[in-house]
Nanobody, 123 residues
Framework: QVQLVESGGGSVQAGGSLRLSCATSGRTFSNYAVGWFRQAPGKEREFVAAINWWSGFTDYADSLKGRFTISRDNTKNTVYLQMNSLKPEDTAVYYC????????????????WGQGTQVTVSS
């Protein structure tokens, strides 16, 4: 059974940092891409960042480049999202997801999803 479990969310003040974790299990993800998406209240879910597990190639939403960093730890089967210089507009539920093959911005192409973790940034 494939599982993606997010953790690391919480409440921080603007300018602070958080590191989200996405622990994967149930299969080998070496041929998969893992992405982070977020959904703010009243808004559509949007792409944040993704990483191709086998190559380490990363991709980011243009608006988040320089503040967010995605990485993976092969020994722990975990993908991380380091978020720095957080802003109130980063407040959302953050989800990790996995798809076979290369990463894409399209959430519809991701097969497996976690339950999400709440990030709240106060001004």
């Amino acid at each position: 059974q494939v599982q993606l479990v997010e953790s690391g969310g919480g409440s921080v003040q603007a300018g602070g940092s958080l590191r989200l974790s996405c622990a994967t299990s149930g299969r080998t993800f070496s041929n998969y891409a893992v992405g982070w998406f977020r959904q703010a209240p009243g808004k559509e879910r949007e792409f944040v960042a993704a990483i191709n597990w086998w190559s380490g190639f990363t991709d980011y939403a243009d608006s988040l480049k320089g503040r967010f960093t995605i990485s993976r730890d092969n020994t722990k089967n975990t993908v991380y999202l380091q978020m720095n210089s957080l802003k109130p507009e980063d407040t959302a539920v953050y989800y990790c997801a996995a798809k076979y093959g290369s990463s894409t911005y399209s959430l519809r192409e991701y097969e497996y999803w976690g339950q999400g973790t709440q990030v709240t940034v106060s001004s």
